[in-house]
């Protein structure tokens, strides 16, 4: 693409990377080019709800797409076609690093996608399409991600919508409806476990991967309307803080950011999804501040 058409696409910015902001009434999201990751999410009331590293790396306008930018920390990065480092390819796959391009764009909803080209081949030799559809609503806010299978054999993939939710101190907060819910937990190599509370409070690292978990999770946090968490499409939901410790040692991080997020990431992981030539794949996350 060239420079100008990239930045005719994107012509907004959130901590110098490129973007597109959406908006509904009062509602304002922002759209990176990066890997289409959602950067910023405002309901009616204004309050940004995703959490952005202050100290992230990522593209910039001008920089050269020929190369994979460094993933961004924050907001809704899209972990595709690998999860994590459950297998051969780069920790998240590829997708997060490209520059992806911007397909449809009615104020409201914008759908970005990528498809495979000399940057991908050196991860993965497959052939594919991936879109990415964020859609603004007054109080909610949706992200889509659909895989398409174009190449001539069969690929296994895995992915995640790796929301960081912005709260003001994660020690407070109680995430609602784990409770019975199996999961590996990646803290304890992999070991599975079953969550008892229904009500999960945080205050060291948290990494879980929830299989069959409920379609819809409550965030509570003092003073704050409830938010809503919900996903169709993905057979797991992962759990991630990185506590006080690792937080120190993620050179893209704030010592004191995990006070500050949580990741509720809507996720193919515990087991690869397989698309046969043609085949297409939908999974969807929805945000939304209940009254
Ligand atoms: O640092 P990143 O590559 O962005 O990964 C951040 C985190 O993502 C997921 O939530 C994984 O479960 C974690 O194990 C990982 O540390």
Redesign the pocket.
């Known amino acids: 693409m060239q420079q100008q058409d990239f930045n005719a696409q994107f012509p907004d910015e959130l901590q110098g990377f490129p973007g597109l902001r959406l908006r509904a009434g009062k509602a304002s999201a922002l759209v990176g080019a990066q890997g289409a990751q959602l950067l910023s999410w405002q309901g009616a009331d204004g309050r940004e709800r995703l959490f952005l590293s202050s100290a992230s790396d990522g593209l910039r306008r001008g920089d050269a797409p020929d190369r994979l930018a460094a ?1 961004i ?1 924050g907001g809704v ?1 899209v ?1 595709f076609p690998q ?3 459950r297998g051969p390819m780069i ?2 796959g590829f997708a997060r690093g490209m520059a992806w391009r911007l397909d449809a764009n009615d104020g409201r909803s914008a759908t970005l996608s990528c498809s495979d080209n000399a940057l991908s081949r050196e991860h993965w030799p497959h052939a594919f399409h991936a879109s990415v559809r964020v859609a603004l609503e007054e109080d909610a806010v949706t992200v889509t991600l659909e895989a398409h299978n174009r190449d001539g054999t069969a690929w296994a993939f895995s992915c ?1 919508l ?1 929301t960081y939710l912005r709260l003001d101190d994660v020690r407070q907060a109680r995430l609602e409806g784990l409770g019975g819910v199996r999961y590996q937990d ?1 803290t304890d190599q992999n070991r599975e476990k079953r969550q008892e509370e229904n009500m999960l409070s945080i205050g060291a690292e948290v ?3 929830y299989m069959a978990p409920p379609p819809a999770l409550q965030l509570h946090e003092p003073g704050l309307p409830v938010l809503s968490i919900s996903q169709q499409g993905f057979a797991d939901t ?1 759990v ?1 803080n ?1 506590g006080p410790e ?1 937080a120190r040692k ?1 050179s893209d991080f704030p010592d004191d950011g995990w006070l500050h997020m949580l ?1 509720v ?1 809507a996720a193919h ?1 515990a087991a690869p999804l397989t698309l046969q030539p043609g085949e297409h794949w939908r999974g969807s996350q929805t945000l939304r501040v209940l009254a």
């Open positions: 993933p920390r990065p972990c999860f994590s480092g920790k998240h995640a790796h990646a990494d879980r991967v992962v991630w990185p690792l993620l990741c990431e992981a």
